[in-house]
């Protein structure tokens, strides 16, 4: 542009003009953000996960026994697993034979931003109760993006130090009420129990909880040790084991939270399956 | 505001195109790892645990 030009530019013309390109930039930016929830974040998770994973396979790689002053007390790792570290490991095959990930202790932001989070203080893989564990839907390696196409009876297995626990997907809500003919459909059924209590009012301790459940963001009580009952009716000996997959609802959303409970079907040593996809063939799931 | 800071890019033509692609490197880099990385838990898209 001359200089003469430019003096005759108004200054109109300049304020809408840089408001114009304001805009547009403020535009960009916003599908910048969009691109960055959606895929840097996952590269940034997926190092993280890395980490985790080679630190938990160190760990499971040492000998137990470090301590040889204290040979008499038991010498086991800590019982709680710390805050951020990686403790076990949890597979969805309905997700295909590669979905694995590292499930660290904790469920604030940075937790979860390096894997599946356990929510302290629910049970471990396992035990009786509840192992609660939360994971991202969207992005940060969205472990939980397809909880929605979870059916029941498919498996969720969780691996440990010495065992794979083979966890299944309970009845669906519609296929509660007569889950002992629907369940013939498919063998992987067979263990897959309806805790709901036909006689009970409300079904019984266990009459909220089905296969997949949209609960509203302060049902806490989602991972207590029997789900929706946090005043906890039964003693630990009488608890199903069970775990509890959380994520955000709607997909792209937070008013809500999708909430998949499975009960404990198997438990296989790892000496005895050898592998994970030794593991499948043993549990009847397509290798 | 664009045309104004491309007239006062100095050097050749060559010299400022690369410096407006060095720029415009730097600012997505610092939105990507700075910027979004800090507003990204303060907006409500994606909370996971109850």
Not at chain 1, 47 to 52: E, L, P, R, S, T
Not at chain 1, 130 to 158: M, Q, T, W, Y
């Amino acid at each position: 542009m001359g200089s003469r030009q430019r003096q005759r530019t108004s200054a109109l013309v300049v304020i809408v003009r840089t408001f114009g390109e304001l805009m547009i930039t403020f535009g960009v930016v916003v599908l910048l953000f969009v691109v960055y929830t959606l895929y840097v974040t996952d590269i940034v998770a997926a190092k993280k996960q890395d980490g985790v994973n080679d630190e938990l396979e160190r760990s499971w790689a040492a000998p137990v026994a470090q301590q040889p002053a204290q040979q008499d007390k038991k010498p086991k790792r800590p019982a709680k697993p710390e805050q951020g570290a990686g403790f076990a490991r949890i597979y969805i095959p309905h997700f295909g034979k590669d979905f694995q990930f590292v499930i660290v202790e904790g469920v604030g932001s940075a937790e979860l931003e390096i894997g599946p989070g356990h929510y302290p203080d629910t049970a471990l893989p396992g035990q009786p109760g509840n192992v609660g564990i939360a994971g991202h839907r969207i992005g940060k390696g969205a472990p939980f993006n397809d909880l929605d196409k979870l059916n029941s009876c498919d498996a969720i297995v969780l691996e440990t130090e010495t065992d794979f626990f083979v966890y299944r997907v309970m009845p669906m809500p519609d296929e509660v009420a007569n889950w002992e003919s629907v369940k013939q459909r498919d063998p992987r059924c067979a263990r897959v129990p309806s805790l709901r209590k036909a006689g009970q009012p409300e079904g019984g301790p266990y009459g909220r909880t089905v296969g997949r459940r949209i609960v509203t963001p302060d049902r806490g009580d989602a991972v207590a040790p029997v789900p929706y009952r946090p005043e906890n009716p039964l003693p630990k000996a009488q608890q199903a084991s069970l775990v509890t997959l959380t994520t955000c609802h709607p997909e792209y959303g937070n008013s809500e939270r999708m909430i998949v409970h499975g009960a404990l079907v198997n438990q296989v040593p790892k000496q005895q399956a050898g592998s994970y996809e030794a593991l499948l063939g043993l549990i009847g799931e397509p290798v | 505001m664009y045309g104004w800071m491309w007239r006062h890019l100095p050097g050749p033509l060559v010299v400022r195109l690369f410096t407006a692609i060095a720029l415009l490197i730097v600012i997505v880099a610092v939105l990507l790892f700075v910027v979004f990385p800090w507003l990204e838990p303060k907006l409500p898209f994606n909370d996971v645990s109850v």
